[in-house]
Structures are given as structure tokens and as C-alpha cells.
């Protein structure tokens, strides 16, 4: 089905942008990897209100591992440059609660 095929094309697109990111990281920094999966977040979403055919959507999936895995690695890597020695894992403590609290509000606040 259509919704299957999405995911295929989310992983397929989201694999090599985890394995490349520490290269991208290595030569740009974090906040470059976090504006592109930024941009290619408002792309996407932007693009599926407009998408006149599935095919369109498939192709937008793409971006998901730009914004997915780019958003990720991005972020991990910038709390473990701006986190105290000592603090590394405090600070992705952190992040996974600061990521996850909007959904907890979300469910009980709708």
C-alpha cells in the first residue's frame, strides 16, 4: 500500500543521513545540520498540503531523513559540545525530555 511504500522511502533516505552525519558534523558543526533539517522539515510539510499526487508525497519523503536523522544527530552533537564535563549525559537527559514533553502536553492538553 501507499502508506507502506512512505516508510520504505523514509528509511531509505534516512539510513545514509545517520551514517554521513558525523562526516557533515565533522566539516559544518551542529548548527548547520540543524538548519537544513529544519528547512527540509518546512519544505516537506509545506509540500504534502500542496502535493496534487501520491507520487509528489513519496518524493517529499526524501526530505525525512534530512529532518529526521539531520535533527537528531544535530542536536545530540550540540548538547555534547555545550554540556559540562561531566554533565554529557545529563544533558541528553535533558533533551529527550525537552523533545518528548510537547507530546505528553499534547495528549493531555490536546
Known amino acids: 500500500t501507499m502508506n507502506g511504500l512512505t516508510v520504505v522511502f523514509t528509511v531509505l533516505f534516512e539510513v545514509p543521513i545517520f551514517y554521513l552525519a558525523p562526516r557533515f558534523l565533522q566539516k ?28 509528489i508525497v513519496l518524493l517529499l519523503e526524501t526530505l525525512h531523513g ?10 545530540v552533537e ?12 545529563t544533558g541528553q537527559g535533558l533533551l529527550i525530555f525537552v523533545n518528548y514533553i ?9
Do not use: C, D, N, W
Open 28 to 55: 559544518h558543526g551542529p548548527g548547520k545540520l540543524l538548519l537544513a533539517a529544519g528547512i527540509a522539515y518546512v519544505v516537506r510539510v509545506i509540500g504534502y498540503t500542496i502535493a496534487p499526487h501520491m507520487s
Open 102 to 110: 510537547g507530546i505528553v502536553v499534547g495528549l493531555f492538553g490536546g
Open 66 to 75: 534530512v529532518s529526521y536523522a539531520g535533527g537528531k544527530a544535530g542536536s
Open 78 to 89: 550540540y548538547i555534547a559540545q555545550i554540556a559540562p564535563k561531566g554533565f554529557e549525559a
